[in-house]
């Protein structure tokens, strides 16, 4: 069963009357991890929006299909919407402390998320928050239940970003450059927790992320995304060891530097 499925995706900006993505295509299944990168500005976030149901004003899709577990996106109201969201697809962006109220303390953030999506008492949803805030390996979930934003790092916000999506158990998880504000031992930190999420849930992630080291780290499969157009695809692996684009190439001589190598090398391993 795929749990996300998108079909020759066109996005229209009519502000300024252009097309920005030119027909992407991919699917997401149960327990499989699909990673899109690209430089910034290539349509990588308009894609994970008009797949949420939530592109900016004036963006519209104006051909291909999205289905989310076999349900056409088009003609769905808010309510549908509403009904979706957290509970079949999910997302965690970038900037996690802008998602939370500074002036409630996180585990109340989260148990009202519990409350209303899983229908169910006040005490329970604590409970479960509980469970959640431990499920994303938060050392302390009593300590960090009781806490506000400004207490946590920006890991420990992005580990409670992920609890809430999760918290009602969605299909789909979408990770939009959710790791690029950390440094890179948390990021591969989060990355491990959302590698084990698809693990032990079965969830269907797609990652998106300018940067190839994430995606080496986590992902089954790659899109390699410019202005709009897929311009290479495969398995992670065969994409960073054989890339048959020039602009695939470039993504990876410019990440050499940064030890990409070292992901290469594990890539390798489990290939
Ligand atoms: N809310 C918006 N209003 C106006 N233009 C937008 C908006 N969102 C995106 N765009 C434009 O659409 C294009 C694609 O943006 P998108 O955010 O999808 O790119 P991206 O690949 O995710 O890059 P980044 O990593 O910088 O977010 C860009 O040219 C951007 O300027």
Known sequence: MTALSVRDLHIHDYVHDREIVHGISFDLTPGRVVGIVGESGSGKTLTCRA????????????SGSVEIGGRDITGLSDADW????????????????????????????????????????????????????????????????????????????QRVLIAAAIAADPAVLIADEATTALDVIVQAEILDLLADLRERNGLALLVVSHDLAVIA????????????????????????????????????AEHEQYGLDKYLESTRATA
Not at 106 to 115: K, M
């Open 51 to 62: 797949a949420l149901g939530i592109l900016p004003e004036h963006f519209a899709i104006t």
């Open 82 to 157: 509403t009904g979706l969201r957290g509970s079949t697809i999910s997302a965690v962006f970038q900037d996690p402390a802008s998602y939370l109220n500074p002036s409630i303390r996180v585990g109340a953030q989260i148990a009202e998320v519990v409350r209303v999506k899983l229908r169910v008492s006040r005490r329970e949803a604590r409970r479960r928050t509980l469970e959640l805030l431990a499920a994303v390996h938060l050392r302390n979930p009593a300590l960090v239940y009781q806490q506000y934003t400004y207490e946590l790092s920006g890991g420990m916000l």
């Open 217 to 252: 780290q986590v992902c089954d499969e790659v899109l390699v995304l410019r202005d709009g157009e897929v311009v290479e695809r495969g398995t992670t692996s065969d994409v960073l060891h054989d890339p048959q684009h020039e602009y695939t190439r470039l993504l990876i």
